[in-house]
């Protein structure tokens, strides 16, 4: 079992920055690759980024590349999302996620992730 708990979610303006954390507890050994999801009200779960947890390789959701970046701490088994230039529509509930035992590509779908966090709101206003 791997247990996940984000936080730094809140309230921004139009332009400003946030940084999240989710912090991985556990089997944290186990651990192949971390993710981030949103998902905003009426809306399908969407993926942000993710990263291998060793080698770092990364991807990026379309609508936040150029804008986010996605780092992990393997001594701290904590992964982050540094999140700029932020916009209106990235208004949702973030949620980390993390792949167990796995050899591939960093997944890009819900169905790639086997634990999951029970996320945090972030709000951008106008």
């Known amino acids: 079992q791997v247990q996940l708990v984000e936080s730094g979610g809140g309230l921004v303006q139009v332009g400003g920055s946030l940084r999240l954390s989710c912090a991985a507890s556990g089997r944290t050994f186990s651990t192949s690759a971390m993710g981030w999801f949103r998902q905003a009200p009426g809306k399908e779960r969407e993926f942000v980024a993710g990263?291998?947890?060793?080698?770092?390789?990364?991807s990026y959701g379309d609508s936040v590349k150029g804008r986010f970046t996605v780092s992990n701490d393997n001594a701290k088994n904590t992964l982050y999302l540094q999140m700029n230039s932020l916009k209106p529509e990235d208004t949702a509930v973030y949620y980390c996620?993390?792949?167990?035992?796995?050899?591939?590509?960093?997944?890009?779908?819900?169905?790639?992730?086997?634990?999951w966090g029970q996320g945090t709101q972030v709000t951008v206003s106008s």
């Open positions: 990263i291998s947890w060793i080698g770092g390789s990364t």
């Open positions: 996620a993390a792949k167990t035992y796995y050899i591939g590509l960093v997944p890009t779908t819900n169905t790639g992730y086997n634990y």
